[in-house]
């Protein structure tokens, strides 16, 4: 950050913005606390004055443009509004938590701690700085969920500003939003934030699609607004015969959700028709249930637009797990187009722009069963957290899933769980004693195994046996936090079982021998050397599983020296203090290789100076980003690769934005899958267009056939992208080929 006295011009700025958050909150139904929010703007005012951002921008901007957020995006009040203004003046400034509570009170000071990041560390000494945070972030959920929501806040701001950023910076910045800022403020009912937030991610990590897309979309904003006004008279005229009081919006996808769903369906971007969306929010009547009024306009949208019988999706009778409530229905309009038509009354609405604070708003005393549960299980995972920092990570992350499935007990009790959760995972959410003995399920009364996926209205019933106990492999099965998290507890006990008996058995056996026992400490290093171990409790728990024994343990202290062992730098090095992972918040083993943050991969240095990782199998052309591990080999991923999108969120410094200046000199190894309808002669024009027309090397060719479809995988040489993306666009042009597309790896 900068430092510099204010112009003439900056000032009123401020004090304008000042002046619009004022505006913002009072058309609010909060109590008007005005005086206390100018006194919280105030001393941030001063505790930032002169300070800049890094796009020059005086710094109190971000604090005013998080609380505009906080009230206008969100629907906070004016304790969230003053914590706001206020959190980053303890991480930035002299000031203290202690200084924050004798001015503005224990609430707004708990709120600011809560902020504020830290520099401790609650994994351990090797677990990054990200995650360090994160875990403090979600620690406070429990004790004041605005704490999360101004967070959210104040990552949108950072995202809508991150264009000021170095470009190995925005690829980290952005890689944390997607993986958990955008699904979290999903998991919170912030729909619009969410969107948002995705939308910018894809942005920054792929600017050039994203434009793309955006232009393409734009092109078109137009005439789609045209189909909307005549596709929504007739059902303003219907709804307003009803006597209904109603809002008409029509919704266009973003360029995320575009691009998930050209990736997702292997299309173009003119192949995807389902563009807009119609949202219907109304005034009920207070005579009539929500539920009812809400079905009633679903049956006279239905009477003038034939509906889509597999895509009716009913969130009134059974919300999902973030709050959301609303009634979709998808029609066929009449120019041949699907179109979504959402409904909801004003409080679903409001619920569902402003999520679980909306919820307070219209609470009665009760707690929300919702949030409330999601909270126990968010407490669930942070009360044993996996000391790997990514694994914690992916562990919250199956937190935040967006789809779910309902399903039944036997006696009739709805639950809900992630789309993909297995029969294990359910065991787990009835009860970790049963999830632990589990040995199979009875689904719609049929025997099922442990793996089995669970579908929407499937009724379940958990077999257990009392000499069943959980393997290894099923941490593979398990899709939900809660199942890993009681697998990763199950095993730590196990292991610490381990550890007491194999301790007592290299004390016996050390104090049995005089030797070994007149120098303790000399033998238990020596052990640890001899096994390549460095800590005593993974030896004590090898010992205890019965994977080391000691027998021997006499001759592995004092071995026989042979002549090799007279010889310098012959033999084996000790590995009493091995060499740890650099991690976020350390000084980085290796030195960048190239320039600030930014390499170029050339013909030259690929597979020498850079290797292209195998998960995600990245070939020129392909948008990637680099990162330097603890031996210092550069690792070349995708942007898109999960793998690199868990890399982003913990090990920011060590990323590297790259691009390719290659020039056709190395083929790369491709696969392709294709599809389509078995007819004489298809695949012959299919080896012609890589053979012939295109000279390509084929590897690898793998095809078959059943009723008349057939389908496969071909590996090919190829130079580059566009040089795969010609070919696809030549095999899509054979006849009775319905879909080829670049093979991605299922993580």
């Known amino acids: ?139 406070t959920i429990s004790d004041d969920i605005r704490v999360v929501l101004i967070k959210i806040a104040d990552r949108l701001h950072n995202m809508r500003t991150l264009g000021s950023q170095p470009k190995d910076k925005q690829y980290k910045i952005a890689g944390e939003t997607e993986y958990i800022y955008a699904p979290l403020a999903h998991r919170l009912g912030l729909f619009p934030i969410k969107t948002e937030l995705e939308d910018l991610s894809f942005k920054y990590e792929h600017p050039e699609t994203w434009q793309e897309i955006h232009d393409k979309l734009e092109a078109i904003k137009g005439s789609k607004l045209e189909d909307y006004e005549a596709f929504s008279a007739p059902i303003r005229e219907r709804l307003q ?24 369906q292997q299309c173009a971007f ?42 009716i999706r009913d969130w009134i009778s059974t919300p999902k797990a ?21 409904i909801r009354t004003d409080r679903m609405h409001e619920i569902a722009e402003h999520g679980y604070a909306a919820h307070w708003k219209y609470k009665t005393g009760e707690s929300d069963d919702g949030l409330d549960k999601w909270i126990q299980e968010i407490k669930e995972v942070l009360a044993h957290p996996d000391k790997d920092a990514m694994e914690f990570l992916g562990t919250f992350k199956l937190n935040l899933f967006a789809q779910e499935v309902f399903v039944f ?8 769980l992630p789309l993909g959760a297995t029969a294990l995972d359910f065991a787990f959410l ?21 793996s089995y996926r669970l579908k929407g209205g499937d009724q379940i019933e958990i077999l257990t046996s009392n000499s069943q106990h959980p393997q290894r492999e099923w941490l593979k099965m398990v899709t939900t936090a809660r199942a890993r998290n009681g697998l990763n507890q199950y095993f730590r006990r196990e292991e610490r079982r381990y550890i007491k008996h194999g301790e007592k058995l290299v004390e016996d056996a050390i104090l049995m021998d005089k030797d070994l026992a007149a120098d303790r400490d000399l033998a238990l290093a020596r052990l640890l050397n001899y096994y390549d171990l460095t800590q005593p409790s993974e030896l004590y728990a090898q010992v205890g599983q019965g994977s080391i024994r000691l027998d021997n343990i006499h001759d592995i202290v004092y071995p026989k020296r042979s002549l090799l062992s007279y010889v310098p730098f012959i033999g084996k090095r000790n590995n009493l203090s091995p060499t740890l992972p650099s991690r976020e918040g350390e000084k980085d083993a290796v030195k960048p290789k190239k320039g600030p943050h930014a390499i170029v991969l050339t013909d030259e240095n690929l597979g020498k100076e850079y290797i292209l990782s195998q998960c995600c199998h ?13 031996e210092g080999m550069m690792h070349i991923h995708k942007l898109d690769c999960p793998e690199a999108a868990l890399l982003k969120t913990s090990y920011g410094k060590r990323l590297y934005s790259a691009t ?27 080896l012609q267009a890589i053979t012939t027309d295109f000279h390509i090397n084929m590897r690898a060719i793998n095809i078959s056939s059943e009723d008349g479809i057939f389908k496969g995988t071909m590996e090919i040489y190829v130079y580059d992208k566009s040089e795969l993306e010609e070919l696809l666009k030549a095999i899509r042009k054979v006849e009775n080929i319905k879909e080829v597309k670049r093979y991605e790896k299922d993580f």
Not at 42 to 66: D, Q, T
Not at 322 to 342: D, F, I, P, R, S
Not at 618 to 630: F, M, N, Q, R, T
Not at 660 to 685: A, C, P, Y
Request: contains cysteine; negative net charge; hydrophobic residues 40%.
């Open 430 to 450: 009835l009860h970790s004693e049963l999830g632990e003995h589990c040995i199979g399920a009875k689904v719609n009364h049929t025997l099922v195994p442990l």
């Open 1 to 139: 950050m900068q430092k510099s006295e204010l112009t003439a011009e900056e000032d009123p700025m401020i004090q304008h913005e000042f002046e619009a958050l004022l505006d913002d909150y009072a058309h609010t139904l909060h109590r008007q606390k005005v005086e206390l929010i100018t006194h919280a703007f105030n001393f941030a005012y001063k505790a930032h004055y002169g300070v800049r951002r890094l796009s020059g921008e005086p710094y109190i901007m971000h604090p005013l443009a998080v609380a505009r957020i906080c009230v206008k995006q969100i629907g906070l009040g004016s304790t969230s509004i003053c914590a706001a203004l206020l959190h980053d003046v303890v991480e930035d400034t002299d000031y203290t938590v202690e200084d924050i509570a004798g001015l503005f009170g224990d609430k707004i000071a708990q709120i600011v701690g809560g902020l504020t990041k830290i520099s401790g560390g609650v994994f351990g000494s090797q677990a990054s700085e990200q995650a360090e945070n994160f875990r403090k972030l979600l620690l």
């Open 409 to 416: 007990t036997p006696k009739g009790e709805i639950k809900t």
């Open 241 to 264: 015969s009803m006597g209904y009081t109603f809002t008409m919006k029509a919704r266009i996808k973003s360029v995320y959700s575009i691009w998930k769903k050209m990736m997702r």
């Open 322 to 342: 973030n709050g959301y409530e609303a009634l979709h229905v998808t029609v066929m309009g009449k120019n041949g187009e699907w179109v979504e038509v959402q």
């Open 270 to 311: 003119e192949d995807v028709y389902d563009l807009m969306a119609v949202r219907i929010i109304f005034t009920p009547n207070e005579s009539m249930s929500e539920k009812d009024q809400c079905w009633m306009i679903y049956s006279a949208i239905t009477e003038i637009y034939r509906p889509h019988p597999e895509r």
């Open 660 to 686: 390719w200046n290659t020039h056709r000199v190395q083929s790369f190894v491709e696969t392709i899958e294709l599809k389509g309808i078995d007819k004489f002669g298809v695949f012959i024009q299919v």
């Open 618 to 630: 990245p070939i020129p052309g392909d948008e990637v980003l680099g990162y330097l591990d603890a």
